[in-house]
């Protein structure tokens, strides 16, 4: 069964525009972490943002901040002031506390950013 | 830093064949893993380690080992390549959540494999 799901193949935003990218996970633990990662056209994997269960703040680094809202279990991530450089593949990712290293994956969403 | 290191970047192999991916982490982490990406399915767990002499299977084991002798290295081997196995490979290593909750996993560069 997905755990993760993100249901925006394909994302196009202007440059210096905002984006939300999309991100929803299942799961009955009560301990679990939630990230997003970058792929850039290159290949590697970038980490990008961290939210814990517990945390009671949305987690914000630089231009990524992500939206929690644990009742519906989404995670959005917004870029806000989007560059060029922000085209890639996104990821959204689940790591559940009952399964130690694990990490439960989306099928990501494609972020294309236009001058 | 090193960080997470894979070996090789890019390999063709024949249909039968056998190899074994290398990846070695200078971290110190307990916890590695073995993902292959796949276009349209994301991340998708192979193997995995929670430390030395421990290993378990993931979403998709079969064609696939791994053993994990030292904390640094955690290596995979494809027992006779189909080409349903052509596919990127990445390993991850991360410490244990419940002593760094927030930690990322660190990923290498990936290992894109074709098996003709």
């Known amino acids: 069964a997905q755990k993760i799901t993100q249901t925006q193949p394909g994302m196009f935003v202007q440059e210096k525009e905002a984006v939300t990218l999309d991100c929803t996970y299942d799961?009955?633990?009560?301990?679990?972490?939630l990230f997003w990662y970058k792929q850039p056209s290159s290949g590697e994997m970038i980490f990008l943002i961290y939210?814990?269960?517990?945390?009671?703040q949305n987690a914000t680094e630089g231009r990524y901040s992500l939206n929690f809202q644990k009742a519906r279990k989404s995670a959005n991530l917004v870029i806000s002031a989007s560059q060029l450089g922000d085209s890639a593949m996104y990821f959204c990712?689940?790591?559940?506390?009952?399964?130690?290293?694990?990490?439960?994956f989306g099928r990501g969403t494609q972020l294309t950013v236009w001058p | 830093n090193a960080g997470v290191t894979q070996t090789p970047k890019f390999q063709v192999l024949k249909t039968g064949q056998s190899m074994t991916l290398q990846c070695a982490q200078d971290?110190?982490?307990?916890?590695m893993s073995w993902y292959r990406q796949d276009p349209g399915m994301g991340l998708r767990l192979i193997h995995y380690?929670?430390?030395?002499?421990?290993?378990d299977q993931g979403e998709v084991p079969n064609g696939y080992n791994v053993s994990r002798s030292t904390t640094e290295d955690f290596p995979l081997r494809l027992l006779s390549a189909a080409p349903s196995q052509t596919s990127v490979y990445f390993c991850?290593?991360?410490?244990?959540?419940?002593?760094?909750?927030?930690?990322?996993?660190?990923f290498g560069q990936g290992t894109r494999l074709t098996v003709v």
């Open positions: 799961t009955s633990d009560q301990s679990y972490g």
């Open positions: 380690s929670v430390g030395a002499g421990i290993t």
């Open positions: 991850a290593s991360s410490p244990p959540h419940r002593q760094v909750p927030n930690t990322e996993a660190f």
């Open positions: 939210q814990g269960s517990y945390d009671e």
């Open positions: 971290m110190n982490h307990e916890y």
């Open positions: 990712a689940m790591r559940r506390g009952s399964t130690l290293g694990r990490l439960y």
